[in-house]
């Protein structure tokens, strides 16, 4: 019974290191060597060149969402696969494959993977508490070697089938109605001017809150890129060991712990039975 119990740790193990690994190498870190900057996209576009569907990248300031944006034929593609082409259970951060690339239309939806250790749009739910979204409202996307800035008006917990809302491009003369719609949905709206003039990009993830539940944070996309009152927090970090990284260390010492006690135990047993 101890042998099969130590195998079963073992396999337990096994599978937390597993857990950590895909969290470990969906951290936006991993990616930050590819970032673009204004003065320099040469290692942006090496990236493209590995992957020629990268199209862009986003950052949320104040959080760890600073991710490649890429788009597939389809919307299956990037929930496995990462923005480097390689299979990923974490997948990307990706446009919806109706929307133009170069974020002409009315409405863009940007979806990613809600996960653990505030990687991909794992951060999304935080948006939920007021006084967090009343002081994370800016971010920046970058596309077509620009950055472009977004501003954040509201947030919205939707039903994943509501195809009134993940309608990309909305069709013109139907941008009003749209707005209206984002409006009677968000459990908060930012007091802004938004036109049907104006582009909007819709960062969408999913939510264990209710059924088939949906979290999206919604922006005006801007010329002027807003600077970023968390550069200094943002600066800090990636130095050191990450969240996931120490969470990881944590389990396995502690697992580890409790495989040697295991092991010490059945030899003891093992000791006595042989000395009766």
Not at 39 to 60: A, C, I, K, M, Y
Not at 152 to 179: C, K, M, R
Not at 230 to 249: A, K, L, M, V, Y
Request: proline share 3%; hydrophobic share 35%.
């Amino acid at each position: 019974m101890l042998l099969v119990f130590l195998l079963f740790l073992a396999f337990g193990c096994y599978a937390l290191w597993d857990t950590r690994q895909v969290e470990r190498e969906a951290q936006s870190e991993f990616y930050t060597k590819y970032r673009p900057t204004e003065e320099d996209t040469r290692s942006f576009e090496d990236f493209q060149r590995l992957n020629p569907e990268v199209f862009g990248w986003l950052n949320v300031y104040g959080t760890n969402i600073d991710y490649p944006l890429v788009q597939g034929e389809d919307n299956d593609k990037y929930l496995n696969t990462a923005a480097d082409g390689s299979y990923s259970l974490s997948g990307s951060l990706f446009l919806d494959y109706r929307n133009s690339r170069d974020m002409s239309d009315f409405n863009s939806i940007i979806y990613g993977h809600h996960m653990k250790d505030e990687v991909m749009f794992g951060e999304l739910g935080y948006f939920k508490e007021k006084d967090y979204f009343d002081r994370h409202r800016y971010g920046q996307i970058f596309y077509g070697g620009k950055y472009y800035g977004l501003d954040f008006f509201a947030f919205l917990e939707v039903d994943a089938y509501n195809s009134d809302i993940y309608d990309p491009g909305a069709a013109e003369g139907t941008e009003e109605a749209y707005l209206e719609l984002l409006r009677q949905n968000a459990m908060y709206w930012r007091n802004v001017a938004v036109t049907d003039s104006d582009r909007i990009v819709l960062l969408s993830t999913c939510t264990s809150d209710i059924t088939n539940g949906r979290h999206i944070l919604a922006g005006i996309l801007t010329d002027e890129v807003p600077e970023d009152p968390f550069q200094e927090t943002d600066d800090d970090r990636g130095q050191g060991i990450s969240r996931p990284e120490q969470n990881s260390r944590m389990i396995l010492a502690l697992l580890t712990a409790a495989l040697i006690v295991m092991v010490i135990t059945l030899v003891i047993l093992i000791r006595k039975r042989r000395e009766k």
